[in-house]
């Protein structure tokens, strides 16, 4: 084949690119694409975002720059996708124009368990014991802002460490590059003297397949930094 196009469901699409642009050696275009809106609603979208995908299958321009998502008129990168609206036509968007990271992480996930676990204001670290006795293999936070927590999940942090589970940090913020700014009370910094690691642009559905991934392929905690962070 020439390019391959791939139908499917908005809701996890964000997280099947990332993984089949993690897996895929060939440099051939590879456009995901799907629907916001049914055939019988007023205005389906399907049919437009299909003939988009083959415009961009049939780009030669297109081989070589890792698994796209043409979707509500825009062509965009798996790497940093998601979804950003339940109810436009536009429903995805890129997390910042940072260039894509091109990784090669082979190694099935079928089978890995990485949580995610939700910080709120306040929050105790209940969910991640109950994530590291449940056996785990690794944990993505839903930061606060860029990244921050409590000192409650600070003090959990440190059992994740001690347990060679690699625990990575993300943000409920949809746009924008994370950086561990500040400490005191938990905040990005905090976490980052215990070991955990700020995933500089993913969000948390992209931030879980991509350590899944790193984990299967059995990367070194240098290697789940660097894969993280941005450039």
């Known amino acids: 084949v020439s390019a391959v196009i791939v139908l499917h469901g908005t809701d996890s699409m964000e997280e099947s690119s990332l993984l089949t642009?993690?897996?895929?050696?060939?440099?051939?275009?590879?456009?995901?694409?799907?629907?916001?809106?049914?055939?019988?609603?007023?205005?389906?979208?399907?049919?437009?975002?299909?003939?988009?995908?083959?415009?961009?299958?049939?780009?030669?321009?297109?081989?070589?720059?890792?698994?796209?998502?043409?979707?509500?008129?825009?062509?965009?990168?798996?790497?940093?996708?998601?979804?950003?609206?339940?109810?436009?036509?536009?429903?995805?968007?890129?997390?910042?124009?940072?260039?894509?990271?091109?990784?090669?992480?082979?190694?099935?996930?079928?089978?890995?368990?990485?949580?995610?676990?939700?910080?709120?204001?306040?929050?105790?670290?209940?969910?991640?014991?109950?994530?590291?006795e449940a056996g785990v293999q690794g944990i993505v936070l839903v930061g606060l802002g860029s990244g921050n927590a409590s000192q409650s999940i600070v003090s959990a942090a440190w059992e994740c460490q001690a347990s060679d589970i690699p625990l990575v940090v993300s943000s409920r913020v949809p746009f924008g590059v994370l950086k561990a700014s500040y400490g005191g009370g938990g905040g990005g910094h905090d976490l980052a003297v215990v070991g955990a690691i700020h995933a500089a642009v993913l969000r948390a559905g992209q931030a879980r397949i991509l350590l899944a991934a790193l984990i299967a392929n059995e990367a070194t905690s240098e290697e789940i930094a660097a894969a993280f962070a941005a450039e």
């Open 21 to 132: 642009d993690l897996q895929l050696e060939s440099s051939k275009p590879v456009i995901f694409t799907g629907s916001q809106f049914t055939a019988e609603s007023e205005a389906p979208d399907g049919p437009a975002n299909v003939a988009a995908a083959l415009a961009a299958a049939l780009d030669p321009a297109n081989g070589g720059r890792g698994v796209l998502v043409a979707f509500g008129g825009r062509l965009l990168k798996a790497w940093g996708l998601t979804k950003a609206s339940a109810d436009r036509a536009d429903a995805f968007r890129s997390v910042t124009d940072k260039p894509a990271r091109r990784l090669h992480l082979p190694a099935p996930v079928a089978g890995m368990r990485v949580d995610t676990v939700a910080v709120v204001p306040g929050a105790d670290a209940t969910h991640l014991h109950a994530s590291l």
